[in-house]
């Protein structure tokens, strides 16, 4: 254990594999951008480090990138958008007014037009040209930053966004469930954590006094 400013011991976090581990569970292709800065309110976990990583990242949410546009700059402005969309949707769940600069800078990288698909006529019928067309880096932030756009503008999905009740995790996602009743991101990851650490508390304080 390592020692803070007190005489209190700090428990160290141990980063496993699975911690580390890109989400695409979220609900939404930017939700799923901010859960790449896991444990926010503890110690973060950075799971979109490398160019390696963007890669997996953009495999997973089914969007392409021209391999020119793979750089350590398009990595810094997304870790840029994810703080500022981070921002924006916690104080949308918090009911609070977000940054001035995150707005800002959101609009700004929303601007560039994403790929248009076009139909074209074929010798057999319809067409559909450029669908698969790889991005640039612009293109892929303003494709993340119009999604939720799309997310807060549409008062059903908005008002799905919910915080994980794990206190170490924190990642919000949307909800879908009937009535809105789900608490964690994930009943395998923190749903599961949640119930195994109350029942060893019920056990631990049922326990006889010196046992």
Known sequence: ?????STEPVPRTRVTARLRALRFDAGSLALNLVATLGRRSSTPIERLGTL???RE???????RL????????LLTELWTLREAAYDV???VVDGRSPSDVSVALL???ARPAPPQPLLIATGTGVGVDGADRPLSGRELQSVVVRDLIAVLGDPERCGALRV??????TMIYLDHTPGGRRRWCSMRL?????????????RAAAAPAGS
């Open 190 to 202: 923190c749903g599961n954590s949640a119930k195994a650490a109350k029942h060893r508390e019920r």
């Open 66 to 73: 021209h391999d020119e546009a793979v750089t350590e700059e």
């Open 52 to 54: 390696d990583r963007l």
């Open 164 to 169: 994980c009740d794990a206190s170490l995790c």
């Open 107 to 109: 609009n700004d990288r």
């Open 89 to 91: 949707v916690a104080a």
């Open 1 to 5: 254990m390592r020692m803070d400013s």
């Open 57 to 63: 990242w953009c495999d997973g949410v089914g969007l």
